[in-house]
């Protein structure tokens, strides 16, 4: 017995010293950086044990970025479902009206749109008497607390709405005319736009785009110089007028007879038939959200989400409604995390390095979750991690004076760590920080 008791002594004392001494080399390597220690957090979990390896400031408050979308469409998919589909629906009732039921579909576009219309007319429906539009599937709320106001023509950050179609981007086209001449500006699709055209033809293509919201909201500045033609795309202001106007353009290819108004109403459950429909699966979402961060399809998503847990209009409170249910499944404690957009966009988010750890943790028995997941080389981690090809699993994350990733690491010795690493430093270029996350990834790689 004595003999068992030494063994194991030894062994917690060997494993003491292992783990003082990766945690040292990790020290070392931030100190080696010449970055503020107290703006770094980190936490790393066993995943097979879920218990702590390694922490640095790890009650620590920050900004998770885009890492954030690891946690809300986690639970956004097991609320929804991975065959769940966004389903837009053309409805008649017996009066001879029409029912439009969106489902602010991500993926929905404006030839969905046509493709609904004509099988309407190719059903002899030619002259509905009205066209209501049912919305409920989301609020009126398009953009995310705490989004920066000079990001609002920045095309990875568009209004979101029940009303999204063509990602509510509009293409402007800009063609080069002759030397020192003013550029030709137009549309791809008609919207009220006007622009202030300050673009020249020259030897370079280099063009600004601005708005004064407080002045006009579609009054475009465009200034600089053009080479050859280039298409640019930015936000729409008003998602809904955009939807409508496609709406308005469907009807007219097909010669349908009907110049009224759309109006809001929501649809009745009875008299009446499915007339068409168009479908889009979760899973290109899932990848889109993942691998490329896409903010638009990850603030859909989560808001989604939040309709289908309450059986109602999707909207923030409801989707936290939705994501703290699902935490509280996990048993996860998320009393000091304030989670305010499904994509962490916003400044507004804070979390913790434990709290991402331990959710991670709590997700590495899920292999569908941790696939999907890009490795080196893929989306965001493009050009980075190379060092670890497919023993890396992660999601970054950058705003400024932030940096950020979250995942899974397989080290040398075979075992698996949910990691989660914050930078939060404004006096740090953005690149020294990634080159520091990858540098303490390998210190677990190696040392763990």
């Known amino acids: 017995m004595k003999r068992l008791l030494k063994l194991l002594l030894c062994l917690s004392i060997t494993f003491s010293v292992h783990t003082a001494v990766s945690a040292g080399q990790i020290d070392k390597t931030i100190a ?39 946690v809300t469409l986690g639970a956004s998919i097991d609320t929804l479902g991975k065959d769940y589909k966004f389903s837009t629906k053309l409805y008649k009732n017996t009066n001879n009206e029409l029912f ?4 602010a579909d991500p993926f929905f576009s404006g030839t969905d749109l046509k493709s609904l219309i004509k099988k309407a007319k190719e059903k002899n429906i030619t002259a509905p008497k009205n066209i209501y539009v049912d919305d409920y599937i989301f609020d009126s709320v398009e953009w995310g607390e705490g989004w920066q106001w000079d990001d609002d023509l920045n095309p990875l950050m568009p209004k979101f709405s029940s009303y999204n179609i063509d990602r509510n981007l509009l293409n402007i086209i800009f063609s080069p005319t002759s030397k020192n001449a003013p550029a030709n500006i137009y549309v791809t699709e008609f919207y009220p736009t006007t622009f202030m055209n300050l673009v020249t033809t020259g030897d370079t293509t280099d063009i600004k785009l601005s708005r004064n919201n407080h002045i006009s909201p579609d009054i475009i500045n465009a200034e600089g110089t053009i080479k050859e033609q280039v298409t640019k795309q930015i936000p729409v202001n008003h998602p809904k007028r955009y939807f409508i106007l496609r709406l308005e353009d469907a009807i007219r290819d097909q010669k349908m007879d009907y110049y009224g108004n759309f109006v809001q109403k929501k649809l009745p459950k009875t008299n009446i038939y499915l007339v068409a429909q168009v479908d889009h699966p979760i899973t290109p979402a899932i990848k889109a959200i993942l691998i490329d ?61 434990d709290f991402m750890s331990e959710f991670l943790a709590k997700k590495a028995e899920d292999k569908d979750f941790v696939k999907s997941l890009p490795t080196a080389g893929e989306g965001t981690l493009e050009n980075r991690m190379l060092y670890f090809r497919d023993n890396l699993h992660a999601k970054t994350g950058t705003l400024s004076d932030v940096s950020a990733i979250a995942g899974y690491i397989t080290s040398r010795s075979g075992k698996t760590y949910a990691f989660d690493i914050m930078i939060n430093d404004p006096k740090t270029k953005t690149g020294d920080k990634k080159s520091l996350e990858e540098h303490i990834l390998r210190d677990i790689y190696a040392k763990y």
């Open 32 to 70: 080696n950086f010449g970055i503020n220690k107290d703006s770094v957090s980190i936490s790393v979990k066993d995943t097979s044990t879920g218990k702590l390896v390694y922490k640095l400031n790890d009650k620590k408050s920050s900004m998770p970025a885009s890492t954030l979308k690891l």
């Open 100 to 103: 439009l039921v969106l489902s």
């Open 293 to 353: 961060s896409d903010n638009f399809i990850a603030e859909t998503v989560f808001k989604a989400a939040g309709a289908k847990f309450t059986n109602n209009t999707g909207s923030l409170k409801h989707s936290l409604q939705m994501l703290n249910a699902y935490l509280e499944k996990l048993k996860i404690d998320f009393s000091d995390v304030k989670i305010v957009d499904g994509s962490g966009v916003s400044k507004n988010n804070i979390v913790t390095a």
